[in-house]
Each structure stands twice: as structure tokens, then as C-alpha cells.
């Protein structure tokens, strides 16, 4: 069975920073392109980055390049997302998944909250 466990959300001022963690089991993870996505209160879910396999591939929204940063640890199964420079409208629960229709796959969820 897929998990995926998100952590790392908090409450932050603008221009603040936090480094999100996503710990992967019951796939191969090493094998999988990892994604990370989020819906703020009202609206729908908003891919922000993936990452390949093998680390050396990204992408990011336009909204977010510069100051975000998707990185990955395939000995621990985790994924990462470092958040710096937030804004306010980064405010929003954040998810990882490994890419299935819909991003169903996702986990709990770990909130952030930009705010002053």
C-alpha cells in the first residue's frame, strides 16, 4: 500500500522559510518521479514541482521558481520541498504524491501558513 506521510508545515512571516519532508513506503521510490502539490482554503489543487527519479531533473511553477527548492533522498525514501522567501498567497495545505490521476495518491497533508 502507497503512504506518504507529509511534515514540516508551520506558520511563518512573509519572507520566512520552512523545509517540507515527505517519507515514502510501499513503492519503489527510487523508481518514481515525485511531485509535490497544494490547495489553499477555497481552491483547487495547484501542482508546484516535480522532481525525477534520479534527482536531476526539476520543475517548478512560474509562481514559485527562485524560491522554492524539490530535492530527494532516495536511501531514506523522502522528499523535500525548502520553501524560502514566502508569501502570503503560498499560504495552503501542501502534498506530495508520486503522480496518479488526480494526485489521489497524496497524503495527509502538511499546512502553511504565511502571514504577518
Known amino acids: 500500500e502507497v503512504q506518504l506521510v507529509e511534515s514540516g508545515g508551520g506558520s511563518v512571516q512573509p519572507g520566512g522559510s520552512l523545509r517540507l519532508s515527505c517519507a515514502a513506503s510501499?513503492?519503489?521510490?527510487?523508481?518514481?518521479?515525485m511531485h509535490w502539490v497544494r490547495q489553499a482554503p477555497g481552491k483547487g489543487l495547484e501542482w508546484i514541482s516535480s522532481?525525477?527519479?534520479?534527482?536531476?531533473?526539476?520543475n517548478y511553477r512560474n509562481s514559485v521558481k527562485g524560491r522554492f527548492t524539490i530535492s530527494r533522498d532516495n536511501a531514506l525514501n523522502t522528499l523535500y520541498l525548502q520553501l524560502n522567501s514566502l508569501k502570503i498567497e503560498d499560504t495552503a495545505m501542501y502534498y506530495c504524491?508520486?503522480?496518479?490521476?488526480?494526485?489521489?495518491?497524496r497524503g495527509q497533508g502538511t499546512q502553511v501558513t504565511v502571514s504577518s
Open positions: 510501499g513503492f519503489t521510490f527510487a523508481n518514481s518521479w
Open positions: 522532481i525525477n527519479s534520479g534527482g536531476d531533473m526539476t
Open positions: 504524491s508520486k503522480g496518479d490521476v488526480g494526485y489521489t495518491d
